[in-house]
């Protein structure tokens, strides 16, 4: 069994930075980061391969987000930068079991975290 938390989240100005970490136990393979807003669907921000070679943005937030993770301290984590309002969601990474390609499919995750807020003002 795996368990995810993440951290890190918190209110910006537009403009502005923060870094969300996702601290597993347990085994990881790919780690997904997706957003929610009420109202609407999970939805994909960026996934990272289990040895952190492989990287994927959505497209709204490429060339501003990044995503890497550190496996001796079992840590994802996702730089956000230049942050604009509509960003503001909760965010959730997800962890899969298994060896498989990147994806954005929420259904191919088998582990969530319980999200973190985060709030860009205008």
């Known amino acids: 069994q795996v368990q995810l938390v993440e951290s890190g989240g918190g209110l910006v100005q537009a403009g502005g930075s923060l870094r969300l970490s996702c601290a597993a136990s347990?085994?990881?393979?790919?780690i997904g980061w997706f957003r929610q807003v009420p109202g609407k669907e999970r939805a994909f921000v960026a996934a990272v391969s289990f040895n952190g070679v492989s990287t994927y943005y959505a497209d709204s937030v490429k060339g501003r987000f990044t995503i890497s993770r550190d496996n001796a301290k079992n840590t994802v984590y996702l730089q956000m930068n230049s942050l604009k309002p509509e960003d503001t969601a909760v965010y959730y990474c997800a962890a899969d079991s298994d060896w498989a390609p990147l994806t954005t499919t929420r259904s191919k995750y088998d582990y969530w975290g319980q999200g973190t807020q985060v709030t860009v003002s205008s």
């Open positions: 347990g085994r990881t393979f790919s």
